[in-house]
Every structure is written in structure tokens, then in C-alpha cells.
């Protein structure tokens, strides 16, 4: 399966983005997608899952009640609404899919086999 982000860009504190993910190929309704990030400077990081029914999805407690994970399994697209962005928002955000039906969201990189190419987040202060 082969990913596609996009929608980041530049904004600034306290405004929102949408990031969307794509994927090609078939049974996206068996994947768990997941969005991990990586800031300047840091390590990846998860920033949230959901699994391939949409009724499990996890957030990091960096983001927790400012972002909102979705998903449409009709348009193969995964979606990160973000909201009150901070500057240590600012991250390549990456979306990543897991052949999997568990209701458990994973939150290791480890654990999600396909990876699409990222997409630049910047939030000034």
C-alpha cells in the first residue's frame, strides 16, 4: 500500500490544518492508520491512531483535545484536524498503516509497516 500527506503548511499559533492521508491499493478497511511526527531536533513521536473500524483511536497527551483523528474507508483517506496549534507543533507529520483489525491502537513506529513521505507542519509564534 502506498501513502500520500498532505495539507501541511505555514500557520500561526492558534490557528488550525487539516492534514489528509490517501492511501492506494485496496482493503483500507483493514488498515490502522496511524500520524507520527518529527520536530527539529527530536525524535519521532505519535501523535495518534485509529484503528481500521474507526471506533479506537488514541492520542498522545500533547495534542489530546486538540486534534481529532477521522477516517473515511469509502475514500481510502485518513484525516488529522488540528486545532490551537502551537509552535512545538512545528513537524514533518507522517501517516503509516498497519495491516491490522486489533481495536487496540498501536502507538510504536514499530508496529506500522507502510509509511508515506511526510508533510511539513510549521506554527510561528
Known amino acids: 500500500v502506498q501513502l500520500q500527506a498532505s495539507g501541511g503548511g505555514l500557520v500561526q499559533a492558534g490557528d488550525s490544518l487539516r492534514l489528509s492521508c490517501t492511501t492506494s491499493?485496496?482493503?483500507?478497511?483493514?488498515?490502522?492508520m496511524g500520524w507520527f511526527r518529527q520536530g527539529p531536533g527530536k525524535e519521532h513521536e505519535f501523535v495518534g491512531g485509529?484503528?481500521?473500524?474507526?471506533?479506537?483511536?488514541a492520542y498522545a497527551d500533547a495534542v489530546k483535545g486538540r486534534f481529532t483523528i477521522s477516517r473515511d474507508n469509502g475514500k481510502n483517506t485518513v484525516y488529522l484536524q488540528m486545532n490551537n496549534l502551537k509552535s512545538e507543533d512545528t513537524a514533518v507529520y507522517y501517516c503509516?498503516?498497519?495491516?491490522?483489525?486489533?481495536?487496540?491502537?498501536?502507538?510504536?513506529?514499530?508496529?506500522?509497516?507502510?509509511w508515506g513521505q511526510g508533510t511539513q507542519v510549521t506554527v510561528s509564534s
Open positions: 503509516a498503516a498497519r495491516s491490522s483489525t486489533s481495536q487496540e491502537v498501536y502507538r510504536a513506529r514499530r508496529h506500522y509497516n507502510h
Open positions: 485509529i484503528s481500521n473500524s474507526g471506533r479506537s483511536i
Open positions: 491499493g485496496r482493503s483500507f478497511n483493514f488498515y490502522m
